[in-house]
């Protein structure tokens, strides 16, 4: 049956490539589906026994349960692993279709309308035209010298580069997700720096072709060479339609020599209702790798959204003197279960990593940082910083701290401290005296609460951050 | 892999058909995970499978105490004492107590109580422990004087496992200090795996001490299982060092109000020594307290672990937690891990933890040197300023001058 069913797809192959939208791999993970995902993609040989080695690894390896958050067990059978693009016939027509509960967001966010169209998918003017915006911002990035496409063109244009660092960071025989990530991944972003060059812009998933879906097995490689600097901005404040339940992505990053790579993410999928039914399950892998001398990693992070958040932004820092930085605000509302927090390794000398994170948890929610600090035996001179600050909303929901800390060098230094609270009693009663209502009161001070992160957000990000965090939590005081 | 043990509860004499049906169930509930590794998220930072797999060639449990020795009593401080000799109770003292308000006997095995969480080696100690004692405060009673446990291991023991239990409580409104004070002549190696209950009922006031006499080649895993009525203190110094390795576990269940909690440890490592703290703080009703402060000084190739826990449940409103735990690495070769971890489910609480490990601060050391201190010297003096906070803790006047004598000893052996 499932093969018939590949012969029937397999038809459209050197058919017409415009209607390739309405493809959709059979359901079910097996070798033949990979070979769909490859073959619908036109990928080199080497990039399918690549996606094949993931594939057996993946047989020997069970899922983690270690996680505090448990979710219904997933039938890998039952999924579909490629589905380009829907056809125009199946997208909303208008604005009317869209839930009024999503447009109220949009107004509060202030999002403009042709956006609020283009975030739901729905075929957007000329006037708004994302391609056009993309191509003239394209021209000056090729007169740098800097690659910036999806990874599926990255294969067949730059081979070599994707050769070369893909799977470097996350290994293909990592953990449960990820390898399923390497086995299956549809598309995502490729990034190249060439050396001594600075990215004039901030590069974002914003301004790439087909950027709305780039489905739920994402991939994404960024590489900074000697010398260079990139900013790189992933999701966006509005929240996002989409009906894949498991999203789990891959985010690769190398830092050479010298090299600094600032990559951060605002993520706000669908939560699931009041209730806690529906919603998104976020099982991400982020990774960089400062392997060269004074490199620098940092993410930033702003999770808001998904039923289901597991995410770790690592950096190993290899090279000496590199420096690895988290900032985080994870906030969770109703039934969301967040578990999200860094790794950071030490292997070179002098090297340093500050992790900030920021904890909000309401309703029933669980709310948890997990981190490992680990500084290896030759990494000499070492220092970290941790601060994990929690706080609770309501005493119905969780907030959990828990930091491994290893270490293993005489010379080095590693501080944490964690607190957990309420909102101050006291503060609120001050903004309540100054004509502040309950709601912009508890607004005003969580946002207080999580500044050092917000700063660490480019500018046109941080604004809208703010307000994504008073929207978060509505309707959890009072 | 040969098995490095072998252990039978027929070893154990005078046992009834139902006692030896339930030790049977609990050790194939052991034999089939055997001694925790990595794997084990209690042992995370423990391998206690390679660390017994790599010293021990067949550990058993069929070592016959043979009642003879004599112990050296401390002549520092009056004191009452319980001697117990390879986990049995052998004799007991209370000459500055009033009798009657004491009951001291050896542990009742038909009742036995096991900690709420089945980790592998208190399943173990269901099925092997022998011997132990069960200790009572009457009502109302303060003890005078601190108590002594002499706890002896025989110089013949070898490649065997001691297991007993130990039950204490304290009626309401009875105080009492105990100093757990381990000691053996054997240079064998052997592996002692104890479970005590401690009860506190409303009111008591419990003051815990435990040190180790000698370096040793022992290792040593304890449980030590605490509830808390209303209105309780209980303050706990870890002090031990110097055993091969040790794995202190210690659950507090703050299960009435008031109930307040703490624990110290000041510990010095050498050599290959391998110390863990595990602690699981449950705060389970509200307006109580619980303090934690750990300190480590490490050095040559041992290595300190601190596995800390506060849970608060949703009830435990007005809670108030603190952890701490510092750690100083005097070599390249030394490690320290830390885990502290919070849980927490009520709103209007006050918990904060906070770990930082490092080494000694060289400035202070030139500073030390530049006023005509040997470098040496100034080590010595800095290892005790960081110790200090936690010695100055230490209850009892008398006791408390000996166990710094005692602790500064080791520091300096070094």
């Known amino acids: 049956m499932k093969t018939e069913d590949l012969k029937n797809s397999q038809e459209y192959k050197y058919g017409f490539t415009t209607d390739v939208e309405n493809i959709r791999a059979p359901k079910g993970l097996n070798e033949d ?29 069970k899922e983690p349960n270690w996680q505090k958050p448990k979710y219904p067990k997933i039938n890998y059978q039952d999924l579909y692993y490629y589905s380009a693009p829907k056809s125009s016939s199946e997208k909303p027509t208008s604005l009317d279709e869209i839930d009024p509960k999503i447009l109220e967001t949009y107004k509060k966010l202030g999002i403009p309308l042709d956006e609020q169209k283009r975030l739901n998918g729905i075929a957007v003017d000329a006037v708004f035209d994302s391609v056009s915006v993309a191509t003239t911002f394209k021209d000056e990035l090729t007169k740098k010298g800097i690659i910036f496409c999806s990874i599926s063109e990255a294969i067949q244009k730059h081979p070599d580069l994707v050769k070369k660092y893909l799977g470097s960071v996350i290994p293909l025989s990592d953990h449960y997700f990820a390898t399923l990530n390497s086995a299956v991944f549809t ?62 992505a891959n985010v690769e990053l190398v830092a050479l020599d010298d090299a600094e790579i600032k990559y951060s993410t605002v993520q706000n999928w669908y939560p699931g209702d009041e209730n806690g039914v529906g919603g998104i399950y976020n099982f991400v892998t982020k990774r960089g790798a400062c392997r060269g001398k004074n490199s ?21 820092l290899q090279g000496d003197n590199s420096v690895g930085e988290f900032y985080s605000i994870a906030i969770t509302n109703n039934h969301q279960k967040a578990d999200t927090g860094t790794k950071m390794i030490h292997l070179g000398k002098n090297t340093k990593s500050k992790i900030i994170s920021k904890g909000i948890s309401a309703g029933k929610a669980d709310n948890m940082y997990r981190g490992l600090v680990e500084v290896k035996n030759k990494a000499s001179n070492s220092r970290n910083y941790t601060q994990c600050d929690s706080l609770l909303m309501g005493n119905k929901c969780g907030a959990h701290t828990i930091p491994y800390i290893k270490n293993n060098n005489s010379t080095s230094t590693i501080e944490h401290e964690a607190t957990t609270t309420k909102i101050n009693e006291e503060q609120l009663y001050y903004c309540n005296q100054r004509g502040l209502d309950q709601e912009e009161a508890v607004s005003l001070i969580v946002n207080g609460f999580c500044k050092e992160v917000l700063q660490q957000l480019p500018m046109e990000f941080a604004v809208e951050a703010q307000k994504l965090v008073a929207i978060s939590l509505e309707g959890s005081v009072g | 892999m040969k098995n490095f043990y072998n252990f039978k509860v027929n070893n154990i004499k005078g046992l009834s058909a139902q006692e030896k049906e339930f030790r049977n169930k609990e050790l194939d509930l052991f034999s089939k995970n055997g001694f925790p590794n990595r794997r084990e998220e209690a042992w995370k930072f423990t391998d206690l499978n390679t660390i017994l797999s790599k010293n021990f060639a067949n550990i058993k449990n069929d070592y016959i105490s043979l009642n003879e020795k004599k112990f050296e009593l401390i002549k520092e401080f009056d004191h009452n004492y319980l001697f117990v000799l390879d986990g049995n109770l052998v004799s007991n003292e209370f000459k500055f107590e009033d009798k009657n308000k004491v009951l001291i006997k050896d542990y009742d095995y038909k009742n036995q109580i096991s900690a709420s969480n089945q980790n592998s080696l208190n399943l173990l100690n269901n099925a092997l422990a022998t011997g132990g004692y069960y200790l009572e405060i009457s009502k109302d009673y303060k003890f005078k004087k601190p108590l002594v446990v002499y706890n002896h291991f025989s110089e013949s023991i070898k490649e065997q496992i001691i297991s007993y239990k130990n039950s204490l409580i304290l009626n309401e409104n009875s105080e009492l200090t105990i100093f757990n004070y381990t000691d053996t002549n054997s ?13 506190l009922k409303k009111d008591s006031n419990l003051k815990n001490i435990f040190l180790n006499k000698e370096r040793c080649n022992c290792y040593f895993h304890s449980y030590l299982k605490n509830d808390l009525e209303q209105n309780t203190n209980l303050d706990n110094y870890i002090l031990s060092t110097g055993l091969k390795f040790n794995k202190t576990d210690i659950e507090i269940n703050l299960n009435e ?3 307040k909690s703490s624990i110290f440890s000041a510990l010095s490592l050498g050599s290959e ?10 705060h389970n009703f509200k307006n109580c307290q619980s303090y934690q402060k750990i300190k480590n000084v490490l050095n040559d190739q041992s290595t300190g672990v601190y596995q800390g826990k506060i849970f608060v449940k949703q009830e435990a409103q007005k809670t108030d937690a603190y952890q701490l735990s510092k750690a100083l690495l005097l070599n390249d070769n030394a490690e320290f891990d830390a885990k502290p971890e919070l849980e927490i489910y009520a709103d209007d609480v006050k918990c904060s933890h906070g770990s930082t490990s490092g080494s000694i601060d060289l400035n202070s050391i030139h500073y030390l040197k530049s006023r005509g201190i040997p470098e040496k010297e100034a080590y010595q003096m800095l290892i005790n300023g960081f110790l200090s906070e936690i010695l100055e803790k230490l209850p009892e006047n008398d006791l408390k001058r000996f166990l710094i004598k005692k602790i500064g000893r080791q520091i300096n052996g070094y």
């Not at chain 2, 020594?273 to 449950?282: A, G, L, R």
């Open chain 1, 33 to 61: 589906t990979i070979k769909f995902i490859s073959n619908i993609k036109k990928e080199p040989n080497w990039m399918l026994e690549w996606r094949l080695k993931a594939f057996n690894r993946l047989k020997a390896l």
């Open chain 1, 187 to 248: 598309d995502g972003s490729f990034v190249y720096i060439p050396p001594n060059t600075r990215c004039p812009m901030e590069l974002s998933t914003y301004f790439r072709i087909n950027a709305s879906e780039t489905g739920q097995f994402e991939r994404t490689l960024i590489i900074a060479d000697k010398g260079s600097y990139v900013s790189y901005l992933e999701g966006c404040t509005a929240p996002m339609r989409d009906e894949n339940q498991l999203h789990a």
């Open chain 1, 296 to 316: 620098k990693i940092s993410w930033t992070q702003v999770e808001t959204g998904s039923a289901i958040t597991w995410k770790y932004p690592s950096c190993i």
């Open chain 2, 187 to 199: 240079k064998n190696n052997f592996f002692v795996n104890s479970f005590d209950y401690l009860k």
């Open chain 2, 257 to 259: 109000e008031h109930a």
């Open chain 2, 273 to 282: 020594e391998h110390q863990e703290i595990k602690t699981s703080i449950n």
